[in-house]
């Protein structure tokens, strides 16, 4: 098994230098290093949430359940 350290590859970038110091102050990161890490584990978790949620919402649509709103109307979920 592949330990943290080996998966570390050094990589040059060109960032914007204001995005990346502002990253840094909102996610408390005390490096640019670790402030980058974490906004991609920001975007890594948010992209599974999504997977996840779209599977819910097509297995939902795809039961036929009826749902009737506030105003009684009836619609067919699919």
């Given at each position: 098994?592949?330990?943290?350290?080996?998966?570390?590859?050094?990589?040059?970038?060109?960032?914007?230098?204001?995005?990346?110091?502002?990253?840094?102050?909102?996610?408390?990161?005390?490096?640019?290093t670790?402030?980058?890490?974490?906004?991609?584990?920001?975007?890594?978790?948010?992209?599974?949430?999504?997977?996840?949620?779209?599977?819910?919402?097509?297995?939902?649509a795809?039961?036929?359940?009826a749902?009737?709103?506030?105003?009684?109307?009836?619609?067919?979920?699919?």
């Amino acid at each position: 098994m592949a330990t943290a350290k080996s998966r570390i590859a050094h990589k040059h970038f060109r960032l914007d230098a204001g995005k990346i110091s502002r990253v840094r102050k909102v996610l408390r990161a005390s490096t640019e290093t670790e402030a980058i890490d974490r906004a991609l584990d920001l975007v890594l978790d948010e992209h599974a949430r999504n997977r996840l949620a779209a599977a819910s919402h097509e297995r939902f649509a795809g039961s036929g359940i009826a749902i009737r709103d506030v105003y009684g109307t009836t619609s067919s979920a699919g």
